[in-house]
């Protein structure tokens, strides 16, 4: 099986009836968990992950890494042109022995609900070492969520 | 009639993995920068040069920071393994 980079389907639908906040401080807490590595996922992962729940034994494990994964930081959402963006600030699971091939970012103030499902395109390693996860520059083109 | 290009994107998430280390000064000001000082693609030319002679003076005041900072905590380390009478533990830090 094998996890492939989308937005929840469920995400588009909950955030036409106002169920995520992506406001710094007042807003949701959204938290990033790690996939394990490609050759051991056993589930499939993607446009139809709809829940932290759904990650189950496909969840990284190693040595200071929590199940659940870490909260991220919010950027309150703005506009950028005709573009509404959002931002989250880089995370770094620090000195860490893990092996990970994506992550889902899910809205643990709410249920749990994925946002979306993001491949690293190959297994990444740290080993008594900080692992981070990079976000995109929060424009117009790259930022993290987009509504264009 | 005609049609709007519009609808709901996602980024891409990239991975700085280190082993047996944390991130050093150069790593951390290359997650810091493009946070810090973003110049647009289509600025003016003139405008685009002031900018990067700007970020340029910028990350080597940061980076003379986050150095003397390591260094500090390094510092704080030594004094803390000392106190705890692990003088080798102690000696090994310093020479980072």
Redesign the interface.
């Known amino acids: 099986m094998a996890i492939t980079q989308a937005m929840s389907t469920s995400f588009k639908q909950e955030l036409l009836v106002a169920t995520h906040n992506f406001t710094l401080t007042t807003g949701d807490a959204f938290k990033l968990a790690l996939f394990r590595a490609t050759a051991s996922i056993s589930g499939t992962f993607g446009a139809g992950t709809t829940n932290y729940s759904n990650m189950g034994a496909d969840e990284a494990s190693g040595t200071n890494y929590t199940a659940g994964g870490s909260t991220l930081t919010n950027v309150t959402p703005t506009t950028s042109g005709t573009t509404a963006l959002t931002d989250f600030a880089d995370l770094v699971f620090t000195n860490v022995t893990i092996t990970a091939s994506g992550c889902l970012i899910y809205n643990s103030t709410d249920s749990n609900r994925s946002v979306g499902v993001f491949d690293f395109g190959g297994d990444k390693t740290a080993t008594a070492g900080d692992m981070t996860m990079i976000f995109p520059t929060a424009d117009a083109s790259n930022a993290i969520i987009r509504l264009v | 009639m005609f049609s709007v290009?519009?609808?709901?994107?996602?980024?891409?998430?990239?991975?700085?993995?280190?082993?047996?280390?944390?991130?050093n000064a150069d790593e951390i000001i290359g997650?810091m920068m493009?946070?810090l000082l973003?110049v647009a693609d289509n600025a003016p030319p003139a405008i685009r040069e002031q900018a990067a002679a700007f970020k340029a003076d910028i990350e080597r005041l940061v980076r003379h920071y986050i150095v003397q900072a390591q260094k500090s905590r390094d510092t704080t380390i030594c004094g803390v393994l000392e106190q705890a009478g692990q003088y080798d533990a102690a000696a090994i830090v310093r020479k980072l």
Do not use: D, F, N, V
Request: hydrophobic share 35%; charged share 15%; aromatic share 0%.
């Open positions: 290009g519009s609808g709901l994107a996602m980024g891409e998430i990239k991975t700085l993995a280190t082993s047996g280390r944390g991130l997650l493009p946070r973003h």
